[in-house]
């Protein structure tokens, strides 16, 4: 089972996507495998004009296809996710991400930017009919620090970002065990956050 780490920022490196970058890492140590797009490494003008037969953007979509699993990472600006984000996840499929999990993550200058990941994102991915779509994680610039010593997170995110980690890592366990109906009854809530 792989997960696709989905790099929503127009400007490399970002907030959002050190904090996908850490998301990943933490996987990775639970033993997942990932791989990672960076929207705005593929060509402006094949996106924009979505261009099916560009080989970058056919690569692309079929990393999501492949995926069991994305985490998906954006600013926000202006009380909404990227423009870039948006581009992308308007090639995929009517239903581009049935049986996927996903966890949504968001960076922003402050607090009041926090709903912008369930007014706005949240019902564009639930649109794409994925298995399940996890609690969000939102941070503010204050709460993600990057500097030469590495990427700081304030106490508040670790927590969630390892309740995320922790929910997307018993989502995909369960998955891989069964295949029936039975998955849909996982009250992702009840995960024990580890220490």
């Given at each position: 089972m792989t997960i696709l780490l989905l790099a929503g920022s127009p400007s490399a490196p970002s907030r959002s996507s050190r904090l996908l970058n850490h998301v990943g890492e933490k996987l990775a140590l639970l033993g997942h495998r990932y791989s990672r797009i960076d929207v705005c490494d593929l060509p402006a003008e094949a996106l924009l004009h979505a261009d099916f037969g560009n080989a970058a953007i056919e690569a692309a979509l079929l990393q999501v296809a492949e995926a069991s699993a994305l985490v998906i990472a954006t600013p926000v600006y202006k009380a909404a996710y990227s423009g870039v984000l948006k581009a992308f996840l308007d090639l995929l499929p009517q239903f581009g991400l049935t049986g996927k999990l996903v966890l949504p993550?968001?960076?922003?200058?402050?607090?009041?930017?926090?709903?912008?990941?369930?007014?706005?994102?949240?019902?564009?991915?639930?649109?794409?009919?994925?298995?399940?779509?996890?609690?969000?994680?939102?941070?503010?610039?204050?709460?993600?620090?990057?500097?030469?010593?590495?990427l700081t997170l304030d106490a508040t995110i670790v927590e969630r970002v390892q309740?995320?980690?922790?929910?997307?890592?018993?989502?995909?366990?369960?998955?891989?065990?069964?295949?029936?109906?039975d998955f849909d009854d996982i009250h992702f809530s009840k995960v024990q956050v580890s220490n």
């Open positions: 993550l968001a960076t922003g200058g402050s607090q009041s930017h926090m709903l912008a990941l369930d007014y706005a994102l949240r019902p564009v991915l639930s649109s794409l009919n994925p298995r399940h779509v996890l609690p969000s994680i939102y941070a503010t610039e204050a709460q993600v620090v990057w500097n030469e010593g590495g309740e995320g980690v922790d929910q997307l890592s018993y989502g995909l366990r369960a998955l891989h065990r069964t295949a029936s109906n």
